[in-house]
């Protein structure tokens, strides 16, 4: 090749190397809001929350008081998020032509969500899918589901992780133990204790308003078909909980 093409060449090989990263590291957007939504980024740089604004790894989703978050995935999966909530995207990706590097992991530092899952966790890397929390890391597949941590804020309830499942399966599990929560079901994990069933749903699910849409059903057919569970997952909490006893989680407060 002649060298005076190589510099050219060389930032073709960059330009097409940028596009297929940001095309596999495409996490999700805000699609509507309600309220007062804001993205913390990994920088602590904030981002006042409008529809399209680009939800990656790294940023850390808030919601005020009165504040409603609905998110699309590059996977096809969908979440809302509940008000006074801090939810942090901690591992994002997915890629079509590399199904076996999928990763949806996150954190829900408080509040909660509902969400429905998309191709992560349905195809080649069949653990891929994490919802961590303080007390709990809830691994799931092909499910709708709510979620809520109660810290001091959730009335006469408990404090720990709640989760109600729509349709589909999750394993809840901690370093105590694991439960298997399916369509119709509740669940309770407490700090230093075994995940629990409820006998009923004692209130983690609510109702947005009118200008946030509900998530697809057409994917709760998805759900009812794929329910197995997903090994290791105290394992994975007992290694979790280590490292985060060494870092502290970032100030998220809307000011």
């Known amino acids: 090749m002649l060298s005076y093409l190589k510099p050219y060449v060389t930032y073709l090989l960059a330009i097409v190397l940028i596009s297929v990263t940001s095309a596999a590291m495409a996490d999700g957007k805000l699609t509507h809001l309600s309220g007062q939504v804001a993205v913390q980024k990994a920088d602590g740089s904030r981002v006042v929350g409008a529809a399209g604004v680009r939800v990656v790894q790294g940023d850390t989703v808030i919601t005020g008081i009165n504040g409603f978050a609905r998110i699309e995935l590059s996977d096809g999966g969908e979440m809302v998020i509940r008000p006074d909530t801090q939810l942090k995207i901690e591992n994002y990706f997915y890629n079509k032509d590399q199904p076996a590097q999928d990763s949806f992991i996150f954190r829900t530092i408080k509040g909660g969500f509902r969400a429905i ?139």
């Open 117 to 255: 899952t998309g191709l992560i966790s349905k195809r080649g890397n069949r653990d891929a899918y994490q919802a961590n929390t303080p007390t709990a890391i809830i691994g799931v597949r092909g499910t709708q589901y709510d979620l809520r941590v109660c810290q001091a804020d959730c009335g006469a309830m408990d404090d720990g992780t709640y989760v109600a499942v729509r349709f589909g399966e999750v394993l809840a599990a901690n370093t105590q133990g694991s439960l298997a929560i399916k369509a119709g079901q509740a669940g309770f994990a407490a700090t230093n204790q075994p995940p629990v069933p409820l006998p009923q749903d004692p209130g983690i699910g609510f109702t947005p308003p009118a200008s946030i849409p509900k998530l697809d059903e057409k994917k709760k057919h998805a759900s009812e078909q794929d329910g197995a569970m997903l090994p290791n997952l105290a394992e994975n909490q007992q290694s979790r909980s280590d490292a985060s006893a060494t870092s502290a989680e970032p100030s998220c407060s809307i000011q």
